[in-house]
Structures are given as C-alpha cells and as structure tokens.
C-alpha cells in the first residue's frame, strides 16, 4: 500500500524561504513520480511541480510557480523536496504532495484528478 507524507509548512515572511519535504513508501520500484500541488479554500488543487523519481530526473512546473520553486529528489530516500523561494502571500495555502506509478502525459500536465496517491497536506502562510 502507498502512502505519502509531507511536511514542512508554516508560517514565513513575505520574501522569505521554505523547505517541504514530501516522503512516499509502498512503491515497489523508483518507476514513478511525485509532485506537489497546491490548493486553496474553495478551489481545485493545482500542480506546482512534479518529478520522474527514476533514471535521470524528468521535472515540470506549473504556471504559479514562475521560476522560485525547485523540486528535487533522492531516490534511493523516496523523497521529494520543494524548495519556495521569494514567497509571495499569493503563495499562502494548504500543499499537497502527490505520488502516481510510472510516468505520462499527467507529468507535465500537473493535472490532479489523474494522480492516485496523496498526502494529508501541510499549510504555508506567507504574511506581509
């Protein structure tokens, strides 16, 4: 059975940095990827970044994230990190880390509905 888990959120100032670990278990090979997404009140969740965790690291990111947020990853740890630089209050809400078997199109598109995995989520509150 897989399970994810993230943390690392709170609450930072505006321009300011934060790390979120993501950690995933049940996977019975590295043929598979991870991602993050974020969601606010009332709104669908969306893709920030995903990663490929096999061979070498296939990355894509999402509009919102325009440049300040790198994901990362250690295989061999099954972990995938989001590093959020220059956060902007925009930035504020609840993130989810996602975990799907192999790799496709849903990849890049950083579509939720076609990921099956996730995690319960750790808020980040940017304040100005």
């Known amino acids: 059975q897989v399970h994810v888990v993230e943390s690392g959120g709170e609450s930072v100032q505006a321009g300011g940095s934060l790390r979120l670990y993501c950690v995933a278990s049940?996977?019975?090979?590295?043929?598979?990827?991870m991602g993050w997404f974020r969601q606010l009140p009332g709104k669908e969740r969306e893709g920030g970044a995903s990663?490929?965790?096999?061979?070498?690291?296939?990355?894509y990111y999402g509009s919102f994230v325009k440049g300040r947020f790198t994901i990362s990853h250690d295989a061999a740890k099954h972990t995938a990190d989001l590093e959020m630089n220059r956060l902007k209050t925009e930035a504020s809400a609840m993130y989810y880390c996602?975990?799907?078997?192999?790799?496709?199109?849903?990849?890049?598109?950083?579509?939720?509905?076609?990921?099956?995995?996730w995690g319960q989520g750790t808020e980040v509150t940017v304040s100005s």
């Open positions: 996602g975990g799907n078997p192999g790799i496709g199109v849903w990849l890049g598109r950083l579509n939720a509905d076609a990921w099956h995995y």
């Open positions: 049940g996977f019975s090979s590295s043929d598979y990827s």
């Open positions: 990663i490929y965790m096999a061979g070498t690291s296939v990355t």
